[in-house]
């Protein structure tokens, strides 16, 4: 069965290398993303569930030794762990590759949808889509209040 581990901050690998070392097998998504810092643009990788690990284990035999695990806050349901049904546990194993990060399908828009700039130095400015350019990952958008045109990653727009 699959059980939530609700963990400190931060320590989601740490947890799943000592409970993978006892031989439990655990999972631990992680999602990969663009952000600014510091006016650069860099590709994070970060937990897909903050501070949750998922773990299939004998609640009997190991639920003690988990609780009590360094870095383990507790098992979700405590007293009586909640079980994660295989179909959550399935979906979230398919959409992750290899080094378990979970893909996320870049956003599709359409010629004139009014979308919204979500960080980066434009933040907070609305523009029309125009089209995309160099695949996917870079697009064309008209900026609204200075009628300019600008190349941005479509990472950071949202439709509106």
Do not use: Q
């Not at 507790?74 to 590759?97: L, W």
């Amino acid at each position: 069965m699959w059980y939530a581990i609700y963990t400190k901050p931060g320590k989601e690998d740490s947890i799943a290398y000592r409970l993978e070392g006892i031989g439990i097998e655990v999972m631990n998504p992680k999602i990969k993303f663009k952000k600014y810092r510091r006016n650069k643009l860099i590709e994070v990788i970060e937990p897909l569930f903050p501070s949750y690990l998922f773990a299939s284990f004998e609640k009997e035999k190991y639920s003690h030794l988990i609780t009590y695990t360094r870095g383990v806050r507790y098992i979700v349901g405590k007293g009586n762990p909640i079980v994660v049904y295989d179909e959550i546990i399935n979906t979230i194993k398919e959409g992750m590759g290899d080094d378990n990060i979970v893909v996320i399908k870049p956003r599709r828009f359409e010629k004139g949808d009014r979308i919204l700039i979500k960080d980066g130095p434009f933040r907070d400015f609305y523009g029309i889509f125009e089209k995309e350019t160099r695949g996917t990952e870079r697009v064309m958008i008209l900026l609204e209040m200075i009628h300019y045109r600008l190349e941005l990653d479509s990472c950071f727009l949202t439709k509106i």
